[in-house]
């Protein structure tokens, strides 16, 4: 029988940018842009290599996606979040490769009427960056916004898909 409490990581590096992945046995949980010692970590993971069953081939995923050979991500989710914040990150989840949408447009699309802050928290709040394309979320006149690796990464991205314009900068 398995543990579905236990947490799994492994971590890599592409285009410089260090990248680790936590999954369980359900599929990823989340993905963080930095290389943390696992003493600094809340929770207490097995480190496992990213070529392992476990991490779901999500590591073969990034670097075609890093090297242009691939623009979707097929890995299975375990993510927590509020039914808000998953609703969010299911319109996120839906913006094509190489394509953008504003906070606002999100919000429409999921019938949100309240102030878009909290789409941009929901957005922020995503547990995993590049899989779930948060950094194809842009502010309303085209600019870029915060991104949780940084905005150095987040123009990376963008500038993989194609889609860095003079206005972005």
Not at 157 to 165: F, H, Q, Y
Request: proline share 7%; aromatic share 12%.
């Amino acid at each position: 029988m398995k543990d579905e409490s236990i947490v799994f990581y492994a971590a890599a590096e592409y285009e410089a940018i260090p990248v680790i992945v936590f999954s369980t046995h359900n599929g990823i949980r989340k993905l963080i842009f930095k290389q943390l010692p696992p003493s600094r970590l809340k929770i207490n993971p097995l480190m496992l290599k990213p070529d392992d069953p476990l991490m779901f081939n999500v590591f073969d995923q990034l670097s075609d996606y890093f090297n242009m050979k691939s623009k979707e991500f097929s890995v299975p989710f375990d993510i927590v979040g509020t039914a808000f914040q998953l609703n969010v990150w299911s319109e996120i989840n839906k913006i094509p490769f190489g394509e953008t949408k504003s906070y606002k447009e999100i919000g429409e699309a999921i019938g949100y009427k309240g102030g878009f802050q909290a789409i941009g928290n929901a957005v922020g709040a995503n547990p995993l960056p590049i899989i779930i394309p948060c950094h194809r979320v842009l502010g309303h006149t085209g600019q870029l916004t915060g991104y949780s690796g940084g905005l150095h990464i987040k123009k990376k991205l963008l500038e993989i898909e194609g889609k860095l314009t003079p206005e972005l900068f």
